[in-house]
């Protein structure tokens, strides 16, 4: 399937190309203003298309699998904890939304030969006023070289499948042992699966890629569990106490799974009572293996912990409208970010709680629902964020503006653009492109990648002025 990345910076007129003929200068093509393109307030004229601008990425791939897919999650590998250099292998998971129930898979993929080029925000040697043209083509036909750094050609996708029984909701991968996934069907089933056989293949297979679709298999999960009343999406695995699960459903139920063995859980029969409507999401505390976030319909997040009985030890009103996503700060524990279905996205500093309002930052910048939110894996004030306005957002919140900061930028870079004031200075980037944009994630073990799937399938995206500054602690 042929598909374009759309840039929402740059719109350019069909068949309006300017062209320099022999002994023609620059100064003869007239200049136009220059303007910042805001999605969802500019609108395109008649014969106007947005087009990608590709040294705003360090790297920026599509691919798809076969049928959409509302969920996926990025499978931790043994290739190296903290991985720089191009080109990148990336392993996956993810489940489908087939047009019948029978047809549905959970693909189980590697992405390998993700080329990409290390880009300097600053050039390190000014062009002349003549050579704008000139440097302008030039960087697109740069990126469009075979031979780029760190890797050629395009990415590589080996996929295998194993049999779903109906839409997959959600589906996220064991963190400790990578080869166990759980995932939510749309028939009310969680179910917990071992793919091991599957990522080994993929692991020992050469980069070629066989002819034909792939064969599915039929393969039994280790656990289906039918204890939920009623379908679900919430669903995550404890980052500390392996095996450690909790599920979440539209009929405002929570169950706990603990581990029995390595193949074999004991699903608390009694759930977790406290919200009125459908619970949409949970994490649990990157600190307290006994402590989780759930957030509902009902407009409120609540913490629980599994030692202190089935009430929530605390609740509180988070938004306006359903709470869709929520996401824990891995790397500053007292932050929780969360997302709500009239676009505005919110940070709750947890210590405040006791004392009242805990919302120390809130966000209305996307103006349809937030379908994802997770915090950057190593930087402790990144999030992103992606909208049902198909855009998927970056911010670092320690940033403030400061007008001396940007006129110093702008002399070094040459820029003439003048940011609308009404943008928050907090945010980094603007990806568009895909088509109804579900859920994303960033590489926890390549810092700056993030992928996200669509209506029209994958992006593998690593923007290039996002610097990436790791924590102290990583190996």
């Known amino acids: 399937?042929?598909?374009?990345?759309?840039?929402?910076?740059?719109?350019?007129?069909?068949?309006?190309?300017?062209?320099?003929?022999?002994?023609?200068?620059?100064?003869?093509?007239?200049?136009?203003?220059?303007?910042?393109?805001?999605?969802?307030?500019?609108?395109?004229?008649?014969?106007?298309?947005?087009?990608?601008?590709?040294?705003?990425?360090?790297?920026?791939?599509?691919?798809?699998?076969?049928?959409?897919?509302?969920?996926?999650?990025?499978v931790r590998d043994t290739l190296g904890l903290v991985r720089n250099e191009f080109p990148h292998t990336a392993y996956f998971v993810a489940g489908t939304q087939a047009e019948k129930p029978s047809w549905n898979s959970i693909g189980v993929f590697k992405v390998s030969n993700i080329s990409g080029k290390r880009r300097e925000l600053v050039p390190n040697?000014?062009?002349?006023?003549?050579?704008?043209?000139?440097?302008?083509?030039?960087?697109?036909?740069?990126?469009?070289?075979?031979?780029?750094?760190?890797?050629?050609?395009?990415?590589?996708?080996?996929?295998?499948?194993?049999?779903?029984?109906?839409?997959v909701n959600r589906i996220r991968a064991m963190t400790q042992n990578p080869h166990i996934c759980a995932s939510w069907a749309d028939t009310g089933h969680v179910q917990v699966w071992d793919l091991q056989s599957h990522l080994n293949a993929l692991a020992e297979s050469e980069t070629i890629v066989g002819q034909g679709a792939p064969?599915?298999?039929?393969?039994?999960?280790?656990?289906?569990?039918?204890?939920?009343?009623?379908e679900g999406y919430a669903i995550d695995w404890n980052p500390i106490t392996a095996g450690r699960l909790v599920t979440g459903d539209c009929n405002s139920c929570i169950h706990l799974w603990e581990p029995a063995s390595d193949a074999t859980w004991n699903v608390d029969p009694n759930p977790f009572i406290g919200h009125s409507a459908s619970v949409e999401d949970l994490q649990w505390s990157p600190t307290e293996p006994d402590v989780f976030a759930s957030c509902s319909v009902d407009g409120h997040i609540a913490i629980w912990d599994t030692r202190v009985g089935k009430s929530a030890l605390t609740s509180f009103k988070a938004h306006n409208a359903d709470v869709?996503?929520?996401?824990?700060?891995?790397?500053?524990?007292?932050?929780?970010?969360?997302?709500?279905?009239?676009?505005?996205?919110?940070?709750?500093?947890?210590?405040?709680?006791?004392?009242?309002?805990?919302?120390?930052?809130?966000?209305?910048?996307?103006?349809?629902?937030?379908?994802?939110?997770?915090?950057?894996?190593?930087?402790?004030?990144?999030?992103?964020?992606?909208?049902?306005?198909?855009?998927?957002?970056?911010?670092?919140?320690?940033?403030?503006k400061?007008?001396?900061?940007?006129?110093?930028?702008?002399?070094?870079?040459?820029?003439?653009?003048?940011?609308?004031?009404?943008?928050?200075?907090?945010?980094?980037?603007?990806?568009?492109?895909?088509?109804?944009?579900?859920?994303?994630?960033?590489?926890?073990q390549i810092p700056g990648m993030i992928v996200s799937t669509a209506?029209?399938?994958?992006?593998?995206l690593m923007p290039s002025n996002i610097q990436n500054t790791l924590p102290q602690d990583a190996v």
């Open 402 to 444: 400061d007008e001396e900061e940007e006129a110093e930028f702008k002399a070094k870079t040459r820029e003439q653009v003048n940011a609308p004031e009404d943008l928050p200075p907090q945010l980094l980037f603007i990806h568009q492109g895909q088509k109804d944009l579900k859920e994303f994630h960033w590489h926890a």
């Open 324 to 400: 869709n996503v929520i996401s824990w700060n891995r790397l500053a524990s007292c932050l929780l970010a969360s997302g709500s279905d009239d676009g505005t996205f919110s940070i709750h500093d947890l210590r405040l709680l006791k004392v009242g309002d805990s919302v120390v930052a809130h966000f209305e910048y996307h103006k349809h629902p937030v379908t994802s939110i997770e915090w950057s894996p190593h930087e402790g004030s990144t999030l992103a964020v992606s909208s049902a306005d198909n855009q998927l957002t970056i911010w670092d919140l320690s940033l403030e």
């Open 455 to 460: 209506a029209d399938g994958f992006n593998i």
């Open 125 to 167: 040697k000014p062009s002349n006023d003549d050579e704008d043209v000139d440097s302008e083509s030039s960087d697109s036909d740069e990126d469009s070289d075979d031979d780029e750094e760190g890797g050629s050609g395009t990415p590589i996708l080996q996929l295998r499948k194993v049999a779903h029984q109906g839409c």
């Open 1 to 74: 399937m042929v598909r374009s990345i759309k840039n929402p910076k740059k719109a350019k007129r069909k068949n309006k190309v300017a062209k320099k003929g022999d002994g023609s200068s620059s100064s003869s093509i007239p200049s136009l203003p220059t303007k910042v393109w805001q999605p969802g307030v500019d609108k395109l004229e008649e014969g106007e298309e947005l087009q990608c601008d590709p040294t705003a990425y360090n790297s920026l791939h599509a691919f798809h699998i076969g049928w959409p897919c509302l969920s996926f999650d990025i």
């Open 215 to 230: 064969q599915v298999s039929n393969q039994s999960p280790l656990v289906k569990f039918g204890g939920h009343k009623d």
